[in-house]
């Protein structure tokens, strides 16, 4: 899945922003570190909408999960 030329400047620009907004998050991931990200890691999602309700999720990565991360690391390195 090849994405054109548009969509990759409308991505490095919705990238900026999220750096922008959400600075403590980036750090975050930054801070795992390569070790942190490889097959086996279980990244756990937990949402809390506006009336408290909670939802939680989790993956256990695997070795196309750890390709598809480090190609948006790429990415983050045009932007």
Known sequence: MA?????LMQLAE???ILKEQHPR???F??????????PGVILELKV???DGRVSVTNMRLT???VET????K???GNA
């Open 63 to 65: 070795e196309e999960d």
């Open 29 to 38: 991931v930054r801070s795992l570190g390569r070790n942190s990200i490889q």
């Open 14 to 16: 919705r990238w900026k």
């Open 3 to 7: 994405m054109n030329p548009k969509q």
């Open 74 to 76: 790429s990415l983050r």
């Open 48 to 50: 809390t909408d506006n």
């Open 25 to 27: 998050v980036i750090e």
């Open 69 to 72: 991360i480090a190609i948006l």
